[in-house]
């Protein structure tokens, strides 16, 4: 029984440090995102990837039901909105305010 315990226990403290490496290095982008302004970005997020405001049908974070939603928003690095690709938007990019998404093309 000692043998089984010997030999599980370097295996153990292996997953340990591993878990441990890897918990330190997430968090300094956690920490940064957090500390860092943040703006809500309309018609950015993807499908079920939205931070809040999902429109009617929905509930808040994570019920968008389309790419690009033009009511559903994420929260984005402060000025980088207006400049992220949005495919519904009238613009091309993120809007700052829910907007009525373009038509879509005929194909």
Not at 7 to 13: D, G, H, M, R, T
């Amino acid at each position: 029984m000692t043998t089984r315990i010997q030999s599980a226990l370097p295996a153990f403290a292996l997953a340990a440090a591993l878990g441990s490496a890897l918990a330190m290095g997430a968090s300094p982008v956690q920490a940064q995102e957090k500390g860092a302004a943040q703006e809500k970005c309309y018609g950015v997020s993807l499908a079920g990837k939205n931070d809040c405001a999902a429109g009617p049908g929905t509930t808040c974070a994570g019920t968008s039901k389309t790419d690009h939603q033009a009511n559903a928003w994420k929260h984005v690095p402060a000025g980088t909105c207006t400049k992220t690709e949005s495919k519904t938007s009238p613009t091309g990019y993120g809007q700052l305010a829910a907007f009525k998404p373009k038509a879509a093309k005929a194909g």
